[in-house]
């Protein structure tokens, strides 16, 4: 039927319920009517009114109609059902309180009109429902107050279920939306300090050591090395942007040995150690690892003089991949990696601390003033890497 309307995981749950009590509701009013059709005038009108009402019932079940004017065209057949009643009972049945041709049936519209426009679609109708019941009996008997008692409680209890439900469902779909952008971001940090943050830093290192029209250069790189850092830090809506476009894609997973790619690493003041048989991780979590490691080497670079030497270890443990990665710098002062973190310096917080979390892993430093610093990375492995 035209006008349908979005239906959510809250609405599809209900519906469901609906289109299962529809043909319970329906078997009830058959039975009634086969009961008692013996005291009817004109038992043929409420089979007529019965059988449009199974006609309906099998063309909403597999049309799926779930619709506002859907709604409006089962409550006009109850209603007609209801007020078709006077042909049926004489006038003394009636108000003996018999049962109207729809019976149980009337709640169906009921609870779908909840289900579509909430506590206040429900009310109106069951309001309606009401009407053709007060018009039916002529004079409300404690039978009517009842059923109209049903509906109300009925169409609150649904349509706040429903409306309840549809917020807390609209407020997962904005955390998890919001907690996608904040990965994307921090992806996007990661590829920026490791990538072009460091370039402004080797100029600015570079330009501050060759001295002359290289100083301003180097100066210049710094400037924008802290603008881009400010930047990343707010999140503004130039990384917002961005997180949409991002050219940076994961390799398919699989079973690949760590240890080439870490040996790399190495040079004149860096030392890598590696077990002498493979240490097998996912190729994301490898790539991921490897990009830790090398964030801290850099840091050993930037922060710990040029004389410093650095070591590598890698350890397989079975179920997790553990590295250490040490030097033999002045250390870090205490308090210096929360400052670092507040001043949008990412390289601790993100590249290192944030990617191995990302793996369900953990970082922890070790180390003081003139005593070095020691980074320990431990990542859990995935059911789908061997030990």
Excluded: K
Aim: with cysteine.
């Amino acid at each position: 039927m035209p006008g349908a309307i979005p239906v959510g995981p809250v609405e599809h749950a209900v519906w469901r319920g609906i289109e299962l009590a529809r043909p319970v509701a329906l078997t009830y009013a058959v039975v009634m009517v086969v009961l008692h059709q013996e005291d009817m005038r004109r038992p043929w009108v409420a089979w007529t009114a019965l059988a449009v009402l199974g006609c309906w019932v099998a063309l909403a079940g597999l049309r799926r109609w779930r619709s506002r004017e859907a709604v409006l065209v089962e409550l006009g057949l109850v209603c007609v059902a209801i007020l078709l009643t006077t042909l049926v009972h004489t006038r003394e049945s009636i108000t003996a309180g018999a049962t109207t041709i729809p019976a149980m049936y009337a709640a169906i519209p009921v609870a779908a009109a909840a289900a579509v426009a909430g506590v206040r679609g429900g009310l109106l109708a069951a309001a309606a429902v009401t009407c053709a019941n007060v018009w039916e009996v002529g004079r409300p008997t404690g039978g009517t107050i009842y059923n109209t008692l049903l509906l109300l409680l009925l169409a609150t209890a649904m349509g706040a279920g429903v409306e309840l439900g549809r917020r807390h469902q609209a407020a997962l779909a904005e955390s998890t939306r919001l907690r996608a952008e904040a990965a994307e971001r921090e992806r996007l940090a990661r590829m920026v300090h490791d990538g072009v943050l460091q370039h402004l830093a080797f100029i600015h290192r570079r330009g501050l050591q060759l001295g002359g029209e290289a100083a301003e250069l180097g100066d210049l790189a710094a400037r924008s090395e802290a603008d881009l850092r400010r930047l990343m830090a707010t999140g503004g809506e130039a990384g917002r942007s961005a997180s949409g476009g991002g050219t940076d894609r994961v390799q398919p997973a699989g079973p690949v040995d760590i240890r080439p790619a870490l040996q790399t690493l190495g040079g004149p003041r860096t030392e890598v150690a590696v077990p002498a048989t493979p240490v097998t991780l996912t190729r994301h979590r490898a790539a991921e690892l490897v990009a830790a490691v090398a964030a801290c080497l850099d840091n050993v670079a930037r922060h710990a003089g040029d004389d410093a030497r650095a070591w590598v270890l890698l350890e397989d443990l079975g179920e997790r991949v553990e590295l250490t990665v040490r030097d033999d710098g002045p250390g870090i002062e205490p308090g210096r990696l929360e400052a670092a973190a507040a001043q949008g310096r990412l390289g601790v917080a993100s590249s290192i601390r944030g990617r191995v979390q990302d793996l369900g892993g953990r970082v922890t430093y070790r180390g003081g003033p003139g005593r070095g610093t020691v980074v320990h990375l431990s990542v859990p492995r995935t059911p789908e890497e061997p030990g």
